[in-house]
């Protein structure tokens, strides 16, 4: 079992709506793996995996490592239902320590004890509102020369206008199917928080005032292919995030339905998507 830190109170879900299915997609094996580089993962001894989901990137991280006996992956989520599944992946391996932490990220400073060389931070940074406190929790973890290194496909800028037309229609699409098949529609007051998105300006600016010297900041244009979307739209924040308030399994096949209408009307095999990705060094 993961180690248990958690003081929020966080929703449990079946691992049917787990991020598993998209993490292992091979174009985003390949965003990650370029985040790996960036961090130089395959020189470092301690290294936490923040918001490390159903691992992986923890995965990933231990293909890499150069002396994997000598190394330890702190794999920190708030998830129990995303830990489990990490566990049952990479729980028996023997190659590596890993220490499956189950936390808020916001609760860093006493998740894990001591110093580390190296924070991966996957897809997730866009979730916390205040990444100020965080970066300053990832600051004081990072041994001198500790890196921290962050992906997100949500930030501004990452939706390209000619992708526009393409959610509106998956949108319209799956509302229809929604309607028609289940007689549903989304409850706005359930939405979620809206999370503001920065921009790659904004990014460095915030780690530059945090203490970090920006190593190298990148957007890179990824092609999504049709597998991504279908998978994401299993995925219960994505599926909460586009469809507030409706049951998991009622949205999933909506938006799966609604995607397969629209790759075929349009006759289209992949959407793009911008990826930020930024490495830094603790400024000392
Ligand atoms: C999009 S998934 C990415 C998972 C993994 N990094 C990957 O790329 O495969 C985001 C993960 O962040 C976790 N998460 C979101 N907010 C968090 C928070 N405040 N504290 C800890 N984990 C959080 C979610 O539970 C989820 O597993």
């Known amino acids: 079992m993961p180690d248990s830190n958690d003081t929020t109170n966080t929703t449990d879900t079946s691992e049917e709506y787990s991020f598993n299915a998209f993490s292992n997609l091979p174009f985003y094996r390949q965003v990650n793996a370029r985040l790996l580089d960036l961090a130089e993962v395959g020189r470092q001894r301690r290294i936490v995996d923040l918001g490390c989901g159903t691992g992986g990137v923890t995965k990933l991280i231990l293909d890499r490592l150069q002396s994997a006996k000598d190394t330890v992956i702190y794999a920190v989520d708030h998830s129990a239902s995303a830990l489990r599944d990490a566990v049952a992946e990479l729980g028996g ?28 931070y996957c897809n997730s ?28 496909s949500f930030f501004d800028g990452s939706h390209p206008p000619e992708s526009e037309e393409f959610f509106r229609r998956w949108l319209m699409r799956s509302l229809r199917i929604l309607k028609r098949e289940y007689g549903m529609m989304p409850d706005a007051s359930q939405k979620v928080e809206s999370r503001q998105h920065l ?25 999504v292919p049709e597998s991504g979307w279908f998978h994401i739209s299993g995925f219960k924040d994505w ?46």
């Open 93 to 120: 391996r023997r190659d590596a320590v890993i220490r499956f932490v189950q936390s808020p990220v916001q609760n860093l400073k006493t998740a894990i004890s001591g110093d580390v060389d190296a924070v991966v």
């Open 125 to 152: 940074i866009h979730y916390v509102p205040d990444k100020k406190n965080l970066l300053a929790q990832i600051r004081e973890k990072l041994s001198p020369n500790g890196v921290l290194a962050i992906n997100t």
């Open 199 to 223: 921009s790659q300006q904004q990014y460095e600016s915030l780690f530059e005032e945090s203490g970090f010297t920006i190593l190298k900041s990148e957007v890179a244009d990824i092609d």
């Open 239 to 284: 599926i909460e995030g586009v469809l507030p308030g409706v049951p998991l399994d009622a949205g999933r096949q909506a938006l799966q339905k609604g995607l397969s209408q629209v790759f075929e009307e349009r006759q289209i095999v992949t959407i793009p998507r911008r990826w930020l990705s930024i490495s830094a060094a603790r400024t000392n």
